[in-house]
């Protein structure tokens, strides 16, 4: 029986398809063909009824979406060895293609609400609401890679990609994204294999290589227009709608492309009983796709382009792995530890020319945290008096902040970087196996370095700063931590190390500042 007091229903239904052919070119030895289709659907529907909305008089939805993504892969593979040569070349042409459409419908006032969305006619008419929405967008790929061997011990890969995106304008869809590495075996060289036995493995690498990125909202290239909820003019006695520009095209916005140099080696000595493996690479991200919203000032309007190809950023960083093991009678043990370090920063960004020269983010690391440099607390009323302040609110025991352009008063432009990201500089790890007869021991150790954590700032979600339970006692009425009430500033303990306590937030003592940064460093053991 369908009534009104049938739940709110969300179902999905989820079908994959993968199929693929491969064979052998009979005529030529090392020549293959193989072909990959790959699709997937992906079904929404969405029903809710709420008999107590719109007075008491019932609203329903109704909602269906309808995704597919498709992937159909070309691969031509050659296969060769002549003595000491040795190549294999490949060759790809791809396409994917995804494509979404969805339709909604709204009723409200029904004049009898027993079998709700189930029968939506029942609603008043003129009140229905009734939407559809479409898009669909396609990459085309191909790419060409050639992998020459001489003896094992001189390697070379070419490969060049051109990556095409429905999403770029019209001169600016395909990219061309090259890359090159070179190897070389030094332990397989005669001079070093006839006279060091106990070097099992040297090899040496060096490699370049450009990438690109359409990770964007599809046709940012063409003008966008909407048509008006309600009738904007009346002709002929008629009241029609009106279209009206939604956004400012950029018919010249294009791929991100990110370079990378690497250089690296490894060695394995004592037929494995210790190894290295260690890379030092350097990232350049140009044309990076970023908004320009807050950036132009409000006199101009929104008469620009959202999104543009202009900023550029780099990350030098290196990667090491260690290896060990030996084994003794019935005892064994096997040993590995790792570390990577990457550091980026921005070389040019798109940042307001009206800030001050402290808030550029020129040099700066990505997701890097804007605030106010703490000064410790207001002391006494004569500490409150004389220092500047956020408000008039503020209140002896609250948090002191530096005034850098020295106006006398805490503004928004006294905020800095105070913070790094959350994304660690430094990652490491270690993992040790072990075992003696039926008795096997298994431990990993995993780390993060130079990182910051934030205990309260501003929250991008919300649109403005807030108090956290580590920030402020009672915060939401829940039990205070005790380091906030030990510590916190009273008459009778005015060097504190925390603000007053207070049932009330304090704008001022919960806006991001480095009071409230800590090191997020650790080193977790797992069993």
Not at 395 to 416: A, C, Q, W
Request: hydrophobic content about 35%; aromatic content about 12%.
């Amino acid at each position: 029986l369908l009534s009104k007091d049938n739940p709110d229903v969300n179902k999905r239904y989820n079908m994959s398809a993968n199929v693929y052919a491969e064979i052998s070119i009979p005529w030529v030895e090392g020549l293959s063909y193989r072909v990959n289709l790959a699709n997937d659907w992906v079904i929404t529907n969405r029903y809710n009824f709420d008999p107590y909305s719109n007075n008491l008089q019932g609203t329903a939805t109704k909602n269906y979406g309808n995704l597919q993504e498709m992937q159909l892969d070309n691969i031509l593979t050659y296969k060769h060895e002549f003595g000491k040569h040795s190549i294999n070349a490949t060759l790809v042409y791809g396409v994917e293609k995804r494509e979404y459409e969805s339709t909604s419908t709204t009723a409200m006032t029904f004049t009898d609400m027993s079998l709700g969305y189930n029968n939506m006619g029942l609603a008043q008419q003129d009140l229905n609401v009734i939407g559809s929405s479409a898009w669909s967008e396609s990459s085309l790929y191909s790419m060409a890679r050639l992998v020459y061997s001489y003896a094992d011990r001189y390697i070379f890969t070419g490969t060049i990609r051109r990556d095409g995106f429905s999403g770029f304008g019209e001169n600016n869809k395909f990219g061309y994204f090259p890359s090159a590495a070179v190897a070389w075996r030094l332990s397989e060289e005669n001079f070093i294999k006839d006279n060091v036995d106990w070097l099992d493995n040297l090899k040496l690498r060096a490699s370049w290589g450009k990438l690109g990125n359409d990770q964007i909202s599809d046709f940012m290239y063409v003008q966008g227009v909407a048509l008006s909820s309600n009738p904007v003019v009346v002709i002929d006695g008629k009241p029609l709608q009106g279209l009206s520009t939604t956004s400012v095209p950029n018919r010249e916005i294009t791929w991100e492309t990110t370079t990378t140099w690497n250089i690296g080696g490894e060695i394995s000595l004592w037929n494995g009983l210790i190894g290295l493996q260690a890379d030092v690479f350097y990232k350049l991200t140009t044309g990076i796709l970023q908004s320009q919203s807050g950036q132009l000032p409000p006199s101009i309007g929104g008469n620009y382009p959202a999104i543009i190809n202009g900023g550029v950023v780099d990350v030098r960083g290196t990667e090491i792995v260690l290896t060990h093991r030996n084994k003794a009678g019935e005892f064994y043990y096997d040993f590995s530890a790792n570390m990577s370090y990457a550091a980026n920063r921005y070389i040019s960004t798109n940042d307001s020319e009206n800030i001050p020269t402290w808030q550029s983010r020129l040099g700066t690391p990505l997701g890097s945290v804007l605030g106010y440099v703490s000064d410790g607390l207001y002391r006494d009323e004569d500490d409150l008096l004389s220092s500047p302040k956020t408000s008039d609110a503020v209140r002896v025991g609250d948090i002191k902040y530096k005034d850098l352009n020295g106006d006398g008063r805490i503004t928004l432009e006294d905020r800095t970087w105070i913070a790094g990201p959350q994304l660690p500089k430094m990652m490491f790890g270690a993992n040790l196996t072990a075992g003696w007869r039926q008795f096997d021991l298994n431990m990993t150790l995993q780390g993060a370095a130079l990182t910051d954590i934030m205990l309260c700032g501003t929250y991008s979600a919300l649109g403005y700063s807030d108090g956290t339970y580590f920030t402020q006692a009672f915060k939401w009425g829940s039990n205070p931590p005790k380091y906030l009430v030990e510590g916190s500033w009273r008459p009778d303990h005015t060097d504190a190390q925390y603000p007053r306590l207070s049932t009330q937030t304090s704008s001022n003592n919960a806006v991001a500042s480095d009071f409230w940064k800590r090191d997020a460093s650790y080193l977790r053991l797992k069993n």
